[in-house]
């Protein structure tokens, strides 16, 4: 079978939705002539012209709202914002207006939009393109927010996202556009609002999402070379959260690592670490740990992003300290 990019699967995952349904147009910034920052439109402006292909001007609570309009008269919009740093300037009318007329209507009026940004740090694009918000939209009632990490996801989620009657966000991770493997089949893709174990294993969970679910499979390879038998669950879905596969892992394995790319005070890695706490407490052998970003604005130089954000080696380094005996059983072997 052909290998894909993910550029290339969402790429075509646009084209489908422009091809099967007259209502779909992607609206954002550059995403006409210049084929879209990240080269993910490229060619669909030809192909489907300037009526639904929309270049906007660089006014993201315009457009954004422009497609929530859009989306109450019937239509089923894609917006790109350029970078999720940017998103905060339609803030009011993701969460004010789009997440809320559901409820504020009393279920007469559902806002049928996706929104797709693109996301996390890695190119040296420094702090105002690089960072890290799907835990601030998770947190919001009324959105869904999906952060594909395969290229089954890149390819099929786009679907399942426009299907929903209700607002759904979209986070790409700027380094896995250029990543490239064979396409599965679109019925093996599970439902977009499920957990996936990527990798399974008995000693310990490593729960991630998106732009770090490959630094928690390459640390699981070296694990597993170390006699360490990790599990990897792909979270997929940030809201609503899949706990019951967070903790049904954790029941087997009885300990929990969470990798989040984003900071570890109020973020996502924080919400996921409280719902074990809650509701999974007993399964423990050790405490949750978490390897998140350094708690700085991402830098720009090289050196300085690479140790802003977590890393293979870190991910190891926790994980081998979890399996060592804690104190508690090393007073038990004396």
Known sequence: ??????????????????????????????????????????????RFGAQRIIDAPLAESGFVGAGIGAAIGGMRPIVEIMTVNFSLLALDQIINNAATLRHMSGGQISVPLVIRMSCGAGKQ???QHSHSFEGLYAHIPGLKVLYPGTIGDARYMLKMALD???????????????????LPEKQTIAPMEKAVIRKTGHDLSIITWGGCLYK???????????????????LRCLRPLDRATILDSVRRTHKALIVDESWKSGGMSAEVSATIAELGLWYLDAPVNRVC??????????????????????IIAVAKQMMEPSDADTRDLL
């Open 293 to 314: 970003s350094a708690e700085v604005p991402i830098p720009y130089a090289y050196h300085l992003e690479q140790a802003s954000l977590p890393q293979v080696a870190q």
């Open 164 to 182: 929903d009657p209700d607002p759904v966000i979209i986070f790409e991770h700027v380094m896995l556009y250029n990543q490239e493997a064979e």
């Open 125 to 127: 694009l420094a702090a």
């Open 216 to 234: 928690a499979l390459d640390a699981a390879e070296q694990l597993a070379a170390l006699g360490i038998d990790a599990e990897v669950v792909d």
């Open 1 to 46: 079978m052909d290998k894909i990019t993910f550029r290339e699967a969402f790429k075509e995952a646009i084209a489908e939705a422009l091809n099967n349904d007259a209502r779909v147009f992607l609206i954002g910034e550059d995403v006409g002539r210049y084929g879209g920052c990240y080269a993910v439109s490229k060619g669909l402006l030809d």
